[in-house]
């Protein structure tokens, strides 16, 4: 296809919960249209500047759905976004006034956690998922803001139960995957390199996310996850 995606988060990655662990990476599905100016000495391109909920994930911007609370903008998007399914949820811990992270696990008996990146977006002071992060996952590429076209190459290094990472690709507003496929790294412990090219269909979005998702052993859940 010929219609282009932009990653659209801070290059988090990580691995999440319950059922599939996901490592999110958020993609941007097309860059906005650049505005040419032109004189007889020369000519420029110029690309619109970017919004400040264009970097978020989580609440879709198209909804009305707005939070006050930073950890429950992170809990919310750890089970409607990811699937993790009764999660054991931690403190906000600032990093500064406007931003800072919340500590996810599948449950209460869960070793593996994911970060999620919470930051003030909006002029109303509400609380947005920029990006999830976990240790089991590092994605190489593509890179943050990236523009990609289908199919896109997947590359980087992870650690998941029996090698396996699910992989979708969503537009921003939709749960609904463009394109599902999964990649195999390492496991038991040790990190391994995975590359493989993923096909999705036409986005109707600007922007978008590549969501990682490491399932359970038991097949409970989102067992780690994370967004870019």
């Known amino acids: 296809m010929a219609t282009a995606l932009l990653l659209a988060t801070a290059a988090a990655t990580a691995g999440c919960g319950s059922t599939s662990t996901p ?126 076209t289908s199919p896109v190459t997947l590359s980087g290094q992870s650690d998941a139960y029996e090698a396996t990472v699910n992989v979708e690709i969503r537009q921003d507003g939709s749960l609904t995957p463009l394109g599902t496929d999964f990649v195999m790294g390492g496991a038991n412990g040790t990190m391994g390199p995975f590359s493989k090219a993923v096909t999705f269909t036409h986005p109707t979005a600007k922007r978008g996310a590549i969501v990682f998702k490491m399932p359970s052993s038991d097949g409970g859940g989102t067992l780690e996850g994370g967004v870019t």
């Open 23 to 148: 490592t999110t990476t958020s993609v941007g599905t097309t860059s906005a249209a650049a505005t040419t100016s032109s004189t007889a000495a020369s000519s420029t391109t110029t690309a619109p500047p970017m919004a400040p909920t264009d970097s978020a994930v989580w609440p879709f911007v198209t909804s009305t759905t707005r939070y006050t609370d930073p950890v429950k903008a992170a809990t919310d998007f750890a089970v409607t976004y990811l699937g993790f399914v009764n999660p054991a949820v931690g403190p906000f811990m600032g990093g500064d006034s406007r931003s800072g992270e919340v500590e996810i696990r599948a449950n209460k008996r869960g070793t593996a956690a994911m970060t999620v990146m919470v930051r003030k977006l909006a002029p109303d002071d509400s609380w947005w998922v920029i990006g999830a992060a976990t240790t089991h996952l590092q994605l190489d590429a593509p890179a943050w803001n990236a523009s990609i």
